[in-house]
């Protein structure tokens, strides 16, 4: 599929209508170009990886990638960026009815929580901390 021809969220019917493979002698599989075919298939090959294959990244694990990706936070790109899969985070009490859909800012996740465990080496020590009444 060409770049512009793509949406997020595209149904399949449409992904299938913009594909640019087809059958019969197409040694690029509906790539542009034979390089483009490898880095797709070593992009795949090599997804299992990435800290975030599994949608859960540790804290040393997102340092550890910032550290290999300078730049990131002002130039994001497919390769540089970490994945992550909300539905495995803790964010305490927090909601989604407590966020405005569209709109960017910041949250307090003290504001969310009753007590914090913070991690030193993501195995060894845990120190809770009790919040008193927001």
Known sequence: MKKENFVQ?????DAERNST?????DPNYGF???????????DYANLKNRPDYD??????EGVAWAKA??????NPTADNTL???ASKMDFGNLK???????????????????????????????????????
């Open 83 to 85: 994945y992550l899969d």
């Open 32 to 42: 542009s170009s034979k390089e483009a075919a490898l880095k797709c298939g070593n």
């Open 96 to 134: 989604p009815s407590d966020m405005v859909e569209g709109v960017k800012g910041n949250v307090n996740l003290f504001d969310f929580v009753d007590s914090i465990t913070f991690y030193k080496n993501m195995d060894s020590l845990q120190i809770k901390v009790k919040l008193q009444n927001r």
């Open 69 to 74: 990706h300078p730049g990131a936070v002002s």
């Open 21 to 25: 493979y087809r059958d019969g002698d």
């Open 9 to 13: 969220g595209m149904s399949r019917e």
């Open 55 to 60: 949608g859960f990244v540790t804290i040393n």
